[in-house]
């Protein structure tokens, strides 16, 4: 349970590093409005505001939240957040139920690519840049 609340609070530092960090983020996050939130079946979560080119986080759930990312459990929450292939840990947790996404879901496909800014950026090998 601890670990799913510190990467839910952890989640919201790092976006907003991101986005003062990266002005192709900033670009991306630009006047956006949202609120959405994550959390457990259990009613354990975070909410999130991205407003101003800012993301703030609060601890419990939001009446108003634009979408929600329900996980069945805590331990279940961490794994797909925290796993190194996110994207098929997402789709394997919404084909088996663990992952439950409500809301509108245009603007999760935007916090998706908001994530995105995330990921490491791929090293390419120099055999890799050649035509052959």
Known sequence: MLQF????????????????SNADCAHYVGAKRLVFQIRTASGV????????????????LSPNAQFTLSFTSAAKGFSILS????????IRGVGSKDLTISGDFREVMWFQGLTAFLQPPKIVSPYDRTAF
């Open 5 to 20: 609340k510190f990467l839910l609070w952890a989640l919201a530092q790092m976006l907003q590093r991101k986005i003062k």
């Open 83 to 90: 796993a190194k292939d996110a994207q098929a840990a997402f």
């Open 45 to 60: 979560g975070r909410h999130y505001v991205i407003e101003n080119r800012a993301i703030r986080s609060f601890a419990g």
